[in-house]
């Protein structure tokens, strides 16, 4: 059984991809469980686990319940924990800070000063862990983050984790004018492709007018040309199935915890300052 917080994200149609190639070759059914808020985890459970025969669970992207904790004693009933973590549960996640530090140096090294970030709702730990490593960054360089630059979603619709966000949130900085930022470190792809649709929208281009690189490196990214930090999804998802084998064979070994380093994939959207800038005084000429 997997546990997912929504199912209509590209994040998770690519990880849960790698899951089910895992259980197919084995003949394992996969259930999926769509719940709003992880307080629903012990409801929808139970519902499940009367209604058919469920092996164990994999549990996303949420943090898990401690009164779930406290009621999971059983061994024989493995929980493998994806893009969140438990120090009980087998886990597998993403160091979601150094992804976002190494974006942010990548704009660093293109001779960007005046970069912001376009984050998701910081109710959402993903979003507050990148604002970390954005942070980090900058302070290493010994930049100043202008505060009307560094910008997040209100939206609590996928923890603003959308192209509907994204979109919302580049109106703010357009709004900024001529004190836009040269780049942008954006927290996922998904909310680039609508910060691109919205820079697109006013005669603004990308990378010509301002930097972009985001976050996931899910299959809409190759398309759009976007630089972005590659999650290793399908691996995840894979590797997320063969720990829960493994689990169902030796429910009494230690628990073990990878984290992936996300991988900086550059394309189209990030261009250094200096080139810019021949090509405004290109354009002036």
Request: charged share 20%; net charge neutral.
């Amino acid at each position: 059984m997997a546990v997912i917080p929504f199912f209509t994200t590209f994040f998770f149609m690519e990880i849960l991809q790698g899951v089910q190639a895992k259980l197919s070759e084995v003949d394992i059914d996969l259930i999926l469980v769509g719940v709003n808020h992880p307080d629903q985890l012990e409801e929808s459970m139970r519902h499940h686990i009367h209604r058919s025969r469920v092996d164990g669970m994999l549990f996303f992207s949420m943090q898990l319940p401690e009164k779930f904790v406290a009621q999971s004693t059983s061994p024989r009933f493995p929980v493998v924990l994806v893009d969140t973590n438990h120090k009980r549960f087998d886990s597998l996640a993403v160091d979601n800070q150094e992804g976002a530090y190494q974006a942010t140096k990548h704009l660093i090294s293109l001779g960007h000063k005046r970069i912001g970030m376009l984050n998701a709702n910081l109710d959402s730990v993903p979003a507050r862990e990148r604002l970390r490593g954005f942070r980090r960054a900058m302070d290493e360089a010994g930049l100043v983050i202008e505060s009307t630059l560094v910008k997040s979603s209100k939206s609590t619709k996928l923890d603003g984790f959308t192209r509907e966000a994204g979109f919302e949130v580049m109106q703010q900085f357009i709004t900024l004018g001529r004190h836009m930022p040269s780049a942008l470190f954006v927290s996922s792809d998904i909310q680039a492709a609508g910060a691109l649709a919205a820079l697109a929208d006013v005669g603004l281009r990308c990378p010509q007018d301002i930097s972009l690189v985001g976050f996931d490196d899910i299959e809409l990214a190759s398309h759009l040309g976007l630089t972005t930090m590659r999650q290793p999804l399908f691996t995840m998802g894979h590797l997320a199935a063969e720990v829960l084998l493994a689990r169902l064979d030796s429910p009494n070994r230690e628990p073990v915890h990878t984290m992936f380093v996300p991988e900086l994939v550059v394309r189209k959207t990030s261009r250094s300052i200096e080139s810019r800038l021949r090509s405004t005084r290109g354009s002036a000429a």
